[in-house]
């Protein structure tokens, strides 16, 4: 009998062991044992740092901070918070928000650039500015990236200005501007976009960049060699003028002008004018959060 119950427990001890590692056992996936496949590549490049980074100068990120994470210069914000960005985190804007910061000194040193912003806004109500860098003595700065009034539910009204000489005022004489714009770019309300600008000192060509495709492209005659030293801040989320106190001493906010409700990242600076095909590859490994 004793044998009986012997032989009787160990094949119970048996057919529990095997239910238990049946039971632990998960079901055979084959797709966990392909390889991985690579990611894609675009104009060679798998990830957005992998973009010249010689010519990377200044970097906004705005990952829960105001810091340009290449110079450490830090900005001062007025009403922005953070939400979320094109990547991790952005600047939230809202009425009367914006950002002011130092302009770092490889922007003062600026000749040719290339400047590239993501935004995610409504419709604007006014003459929106996106980024710029401020000249305190002229009623527009050295640099403008905004949406114009006039737009529609699905066009925007695109411009960018760029003066030079920032020790010189505007006027008969003095600095040279070059307009660029308006161009009507389509459905860029509430979604997330990319602005880029690019400028070229030899040739003095200015090229506008819209979701990593070519706008517009203009030659601004006599306008080399680009000349910012004397510019002293950048505002993110509204246009230079329309600060408290104003950046610029020739006035002070206007009527017709806003700020960004919306969302700002990515504001990157380089030294060098970037290729079409390196700014379709920064557009779309942004986009994929690379």
Known sequence: MKTINNVFIAGFTAFAMVFTISSCQKGFDAKSYAPTKPLP?????SSSKDIVPASLVAYWPFNGNLTDSLSATTGV?????????VEGQGLQGADNAYVVTDAPAAVKALHSFTISTW????LNTGATGIVSVAHSANFWGNFDIFYDNGGSATTGILKV?????????????GGVNAWEGGYTVDNPWNVWTQIAVTYTDATS????YFNGKSVGTNTAAGFAPLDWSAATKMVFGTLQFQTTPSLTTNTGAQGWASFVNGQIDQIRVYDAPLTASQLDALYNLEKAGR
């Not at 200005?161 to 004489?173: E, I, Q, R, S």
Request: no cysteine.
């Open 205 to 208: 060509t200015v090229n506008v």
């Open 41 to 45: 590549k675009f104009d060679g490049y």
């Open 119 to 122: 935004v995610k806004m409504p």
């Open 161 to 173: 200005h760029v003066f030079n000489n920032a020790a010189k005022l505007d006027a008969p004489g």
């Open 77 to 85: 914000a007025t009403g922005t918070s953070f939400s979320t960005g």
